[in-house]
């Protein structure tokens, strides 16, 4: 019997209704299908006790709110899930994942930066599922409509971890289409919640009349109070219907959330309401279905109302409850019936009950009939899960598509409502939107802030690593090839003496000649590092340079940086643990560009920032085939490079006819020629310098294309750079034209630099396609 483990944001003391009731829901439906199901909660006891439908329960990872933390909470799971140790409650629980043959995320409104926490903690199965190829199914999702880039993309990367997506609104699967996730539209899990008789600690329910107002509200101010107040009289005067509020979250025992609203409303109504305490999601489901009409300003009444045929009224707060209510809503053409909660009163409230009262049969009917639509396709939905959880081949094309339901318009009160909502909706989301970027970048802030307060003890922690890892034989070598680089070596050794969770590393400086104080500068750091410097002045050269240093080294994993870039906090244990777990292989880091301003140190905080940023441990994999072209996913070169070193020898190292560039782009086709894998590793991240003189970008970018073209001539299968003749001649000719029309910094910098590579692309061709001047390779003379 597979075991499959069902996530919903289950346990918490504050009981949700809507919450419970889809993972009961989710956990019933796979249960029905022969599942053994196991609910990850944040509280065993309260799950065992208010769900019982589970075979087991697991204690999930509880993720912090302040975004900085809990993406650093999450890249720690990502390292474990790599090899490295980690803190203990995810260690056991990655062990208990083990046991797990497939996960079921099931529905929610908690895909977005509001609720990063419950984001990232699902993001966290995801990277479990990928690990361990558990099959991964997600169900019932609100994404968005807030999110900053950096939950996107980690939004991005759990769907895309998924065998099967299911999003709830239009908007919703939208976000999908516009990511190029493959999902579906569907309705929320709890639609067709089964009620049983389980109860809530301490948990009674009075008698309630034959036909009521169901009400359920949360946040509400004084006015707001007293405008619902009053309309809710005038239903019970004009149609003798009493009110029953039911509360949607609180805790069991306690007068708190929901219950206080409900209770300050009561006190302004003469018509005698029945005020219920929090209830479990059998009897508060029960009630709602069992209303005559209903009105609520969260999500799930409305579902558990429209799924039984209760007319609904839903009040719209904010652009979070409209993209959901309104998204449930429209399943059932009801998607109008909603009014704007900041801009209506009374009189607004009591029209909108009156219609629903008047037309009760009618859009009762109507809902009727559509249920049973929704229930077919709730059927053929887990049926699906079921397949996906199995291992079932292409479910993309088998489940039928989500058919619109034709809209409900009432009558008096619709066109002024809409024009408000839409308002609201966009004010709303703008204001959301930018709370959670502004919280995202106070909370890195916070904990830039806190690393600087806590730099020397910190430091001496590291200062005594590093003196221990001095007694020990290293395990890797990074070589830095330098040349008159004592301005600002020192940047890129106080990089490496921070490195965390890194094996013992010897640094080998291999100076090509330099005339400055570059000694001065390392005897510095050599109570931090264990670092030489070796002499590489024959061939000034920084492809020689390298090759001094790789042959010098002590060890067999061999790392390169350059002398004037950062290497991030974790880059030594990125590439060693990399190459060390891909044999056959060389790795390539990625390049964090930065623009070089002349103030750039650790003292910096953008720097600081990056430096200590978790980065994302995702590898690109290109498989050995000689005759396939190079592929690369981020912008790379020899600042951000390892390989063994007996494959560095034996294919010659570096090749040192280059001048200036793309002997990196040279080791790598010699490489793949020879059979080697080529991994891409994100984690292994260098902050790159873009020098911000137009002088200089002009001569780099020469070069670059320069030598661009000599590669490809040598390796024309492997290397494919853009160096079109007629593109980067076309390029060359506009150049003036365009120094003479953009004259603001950036500009003028990027038409330096596209001039210098379309000038270096000219000069490449003519030198080397048509007029022959391929020099002789100069490779390491122990080559073998």
Not at 286 to 308: T, W
Not at 663 to 677: E, N, P, T, V, Y
């Given at each position: 019997?597979?075991?499959?483990?069902?996530?919903?944001?289950?346990?918490?003391?504050?009981?949700?209704?809507?919450?419970?009731?889809?993972?009961?829901?989710?956990?019933?439906?796979?249960?029905d299908r022969?599942?053994?199901?196991?609910?990850?909660?944040?509280?065993?006891k309260?799950?065992?006790?208010?769900?019982?439908?589970?075979?087991?329960?697991?204690?999930?990872?509880?993720?912090?709110?302040?975004?900085?933390?809990?993406?650093?909470?999450?890249?720690?799971?990502?390292?474990?899930?790599?090899?490295?140790?980690?803190r203990?409650?995810?260690?056991?629980?990655?062990?208990?994942?083990?046991?797990?043959?497939?996960?079921?995320?099931?529905?929610?409104g908690?895909?977005?930066?509001?609720?990063?926490?419950?984001?990232?903690?699902?993001?966290?199965?995801?990277?479990?599922?990928?690990?361990?190829?558990?099959?991964?199914?997600?169900?019932g999702?609100?994404?968005?409509?807030?999110?900053?880039?950096?939950?996107?993309?980690?939004?991005?990367e759990?769907?895309?971890?998924?065998?099967?997506?299911g999003?709830r609104?239009?908007?919703?699967?939208?976000?999908?289409?516009?990511?190029?996730?493959?999902?579906?539209?569907?309705?929320?899990?709890?639609?067709?919640?089964?009620?049983?008789h389980?109860?809530?600690?301490?948990?009674?329910?009075?008698?309630?009349?034959?036909?009521?107002?169901?009400?359920?509200?949360v946040?509400?101010?004084?006015?707001?109070?007293?405008?619902l107040?009053?309309?809710?009289?005038e239903?019970?005067?004009?149609?003798?219907?009493?009110?029953?509020?039911?509360?949607?979250?609180?805790?069991?025992?306690?007068?708190?959330?929901?219950?206080?609203?409900?209770?300050?409303?009561?006190?302004?109504?003469?018509?005698?309401?029945?005020?219920?305490?929090?209830l479990?999601?059998?009897?508060?489901?029960?009630?709602?279905?069992?209303?005559?009409?209903a009105?609520?300003?969260?999500?799930?009444?409305?579902?558990?109302?429209?799924?039984?045929?209760?007319?609904?009224?839903?009040?719209?707060?904010?652009?979070?409850?409209?993209?959901?209510?309104r998204?449930?809503?429209?399943?059932?053409?009801?998607?109008?019936?909603?009014?704007?909660?900041?801009?209506?009163?009374?009189?607004?409230?009591?029209?909108?009950?009156?219609?629903?009262?008047?037309?009760?049969?009618?859009?009762?009917?109507?809902?009727?009939?559509?249920?049973?639509?929704?229930?077919?396709?709730?059927?053929?939905?887990?049926?699906?899960?079921?397949?996906?959880?199995?291992?079932?081949?292409?479910?993309?094309?088998?489940?039928?598509?989500?058919?619109?339901?034709?809209?409900?318009?009432?009558?008096?009160?619709t066109?002024?409502?809409?024009?408000?909502?839409?308002?609201?909706?966009?004010?709303?989301?703008?204001?959301?939107?930018?709370?959670?970027?502004?919280?995202?970048?106070?909370?890195?802030?916070?904990?830039?802030?806190?690393?600087?307060?806590?730099?020397?003890?910190?430091?001496?922690?590291?200062?005594?690593?590093?003196?221990?890892?001095?007694?020990?034989?290293?395990?890797?070598?990074?070589?830095?090839?330098?040349?008159?680089?004592?301005?600002?070596?020192?940047?890129?050794?106080?990089?490496?003496?921070?490195?965390v969770?890194?094996?013992?590393?010897?640094?080998?400086?291999?100076?090509?000649?330099?005339?400055?104080?570059?000694?001065?500068v390392?005897?510095?750091?050599r109570?931090r590092?264990?670092?030489?410097?070796?002499?590489?002045?024959?061939?000034?050269?920084?492809?020689?340079?390298?090759?001094?240093?790789?042959?010098?080294?002590?060890?067999?994993?061999?790392?390169?940086?350059?002398?004037?870039?950062?290497?991030?906090?974790?880059?030594?244990?990125?590439?060693?643990?990399?190459?060390?777990?891909?044999?056959?292989?060389?790795?390539?880091?990625?390049?964090?560009?930065?623009?070089?301003?002349?103030?750039?140190?650790?003292?910096?905080?953008?720097?600081?920032?990056?430096?200590?940023?978790?980065?994302?441990?995702?590898?690109?994999i290109?498989?050995?085939?000689?005759?396939?072209?190079?592929?690369?996913?981020?912008?790379?070169?020899?600042?951000?490079?390892?390989?063994?070193?007996?494959?560095?020898?034996a294919?010659?190292?570096?090749?040192?006819?280059?001048?200036?560039?793309?002997?990196?782009?040279?080791f790598?086709?010699?490489?793949?020629?020879?059979?080697?894998?080529?991994?891409?590793?994100?984690?292994?991240?260098?902050?790159?310098?873009?020098?911000?003189?137009?002088?200089?970008?002009?001569?780099?970018?020469?070069?670059?294309?320069?030598?661009?073209?000599?590669?490809?001539?040598?390796?024309?299968?492997?290397?494919?750079?853009?160096?079109?003749?007629?593109?980067?001649?076309?390029?060359?000719?506009?150049?003036?034209?365009?120094?003479?029309?953009?004259?603001?910094?950036?500009?003028?910098?990027?038409?330096?630099?596209?001039g210098?590579?379309?000038l270096?692309?000219?000069?490449?061709?003519?030198?080397?396609?048509?007029?022959?001047?391929?020099?002789?390779?100069?490779?390491?003379?122990?080559?073998?």
């Amino acid at each position: 019997m597979p075991r499959i483990l069902v996530l919903a944001d289950l346990g918490r003391e504050n009981y949700h209704v809507g919450d419970e009731a889809m993972g009961i829901t989710a956990a019933t439906q796979l249960v029905d299908r022969g599942f053994e199901v196991h609910i990850g909660t944040t509280n065993l006891k309260h799950s065992e006790h208010n769900i019982g439908v589970a075979h087991g329960y697991i204690h999930t990872l509880e993720f912090p709110s302040s975004p900085a933390e809990r993406e650093q909470y999450l890249e720690e799971v990502r390292q474990h899930l790599l090899g490295q140790p980690a803190r203990p409650e995810i260690e056991e629980f990655t062990q208990a994942m083990t046991e797990i043959d497939g996960i079921l995320i099931a529905g929610g409104g908690n895909m977005n930066s509001t609720y990063g926490w419950l984001l990232y903690e699902r993001a966290a199965y995801g990277l479990i599922a990928q690990t361990f190829e558990i099959p991964l199914v997600i169900s019932g999702q609100s994404l968005g409509p807030v999110l900053t880039d950096k939950d996107s993309e980690i939004l991005q990367e759990l769907l895309s971890a998924s065998r099967l997506v299911g999003v709830r609104e239009i908007s919703s699967y939208q976000w999908t289409q516009d990511h190029n996730v493959p999902a579906h539209h569907m309705i929320d899990d709890a639609t067709f919640y089964v009620s049983e008789h389980r109860q809530l600690p301490g948990e009674t329910v009075p008698d309630l009349p034959d036909q009521y107002i169901c009400a359920t509200f949360v946040g509400l101010d004084n006015e707001q109070i007293q405008h619902l107040a009053k309309a809710l009289d005038e239903a019970y005067k004009v149609h003798h219907l009493h009110t029953v509020f039911v509360p949607h979250k609180g805790t069991p025992g306690r007068k708190d959330e929901d219950y206080l609203v409900h209770a300050a409303i009561a006190r302004q109504m003469n018509s005698k309401p029945i005020v219920l305490p929090i209830l479990h999601a059998d009897a508060a489901v029960s009630i709602h279905r069992n209303a005559y009409v209903a009105i609520a300003n969260r999500y799930h009444p409305g579902v558990f109302s429209l799924s039984s045929g209760v007319p609904f009224i839903g009040l719209i707060p904010d652009a979070f409850t409209d993209m959901r209510l309104r998204g449930m809503m429209s399943h059932y053409g009801a998607e109008n019936y909603t009014i704007p909660l900041d801009s209506a009163d009374a009189t607004v409230y009591s029209s909108a009950l009156a219609e629903i009262i008047r037309w009760h049969d009618d859009i009762s009917s109507t809902l009727f009939q559509r249920t049973s639509q929704l229930r077919s396709f709730s059927e053929a939905w887990w049926n699906a899960v079921e397949q996906a959880l199995t291992g079932s081949a292409d479910l993309q094309n088998k489940l039928p598509v989500l058919a619109p339901a034709v809209s409900l318009t009432p009558q008096s009160w619709t066109p002024v409502a809409a024009e408000q909502r839409n308002r609201i909706y966009r004010r709303s989301l703008e204001i959301a939107q930018g709370y959670a970027d502004q919280d995202r970048e106070q909370s890195w802030e916070r904990d830039y802030q806190n690393r600087r307060d806590r730099m020397e003890p910190i430091s001496d922690e590291i200062r005594r690593a590093v003196k221990q890892n001095l007694t020990d034989a290293p395990l890797a070598s990074v070589v830095i090839p330098t040349l008159n680089a004592a301005d600002v070596i020192g940047h890129q050794l106080e990089c490496l003496s921070r490195q965390v969770n890194a094996p013992a590393f010897e640094v080998i400086i291999s100076d090509n000649g330099s005339t400055d104080a570059l000694g001065a500068v390392v005897d510095g750091f050599r109570d931090r590092l264990n670092v030489r410097i070796v002499d590489s002045s024959e061939i000034q050269n920084v492809s020689y340079a390298r090759n001094v240093g790789i042959e010098d080294a002590q060890t067999d994993f061999i790392l390169i940086c350059d002398a004037d870039d950062f290497v991030c906090e974790d880059w030594v244990r990125s590439l060693y643990t990399t190459l060390k777990n891909h044999p056959n292989s060389y790795v390539l880091g990625q390049y964090l560009n930065v623009a070089d301003t002349g103030d750039l140190s650790l003292e910096n905080r953008e720097i600081y920032q990056l430096f200590t940023q978790p980065k994302w441990q995702n590898l690109f994999i290109q498989e050995p085939n000689p005759h396939e072209k190079i592929e690369v996913h981020f912008f790379v070169g020899g600042a951000s490079f390892g390989a063994r070193k007996h494959d560095l020898l034996a294919l010659g190292g570096f090749d040192s006819s280059y001048k200036r560039g793309s002997d990196d782009w040279d080791f790598w086709a010699r490489a793949r020629k020879a059979g080697m894998q080529q991994v891409e590793s994100y984690g292994a991240a260098v902050l790159y310098r873009i020098s911000q003189s137009p002088r200089k970008q002009f001569r780099r970018h020469y070069f670059y294309a320069l030598n661009d073209v000599l590669v490809t001539v040598r390796y024309p299968e492997q290397v494919q750079r853009d160096i079109s003749l007629l593109k980067q001649g076309f390029v060359l000719a506009k150049t003036p034209y365009r120094l003479f029309k953009y004259k603001d910094a950036q500009s003028r910098l990027k038409t330096f630099s596209e001039g210098g590579y379309a000038l270096g692309a000219v000069a490449g061709f003519l030198k080397y396609k048509l007029l022959r001047q391929v020099p002789a390779p100069l490779l390491m003379k122990r080559s073998s």
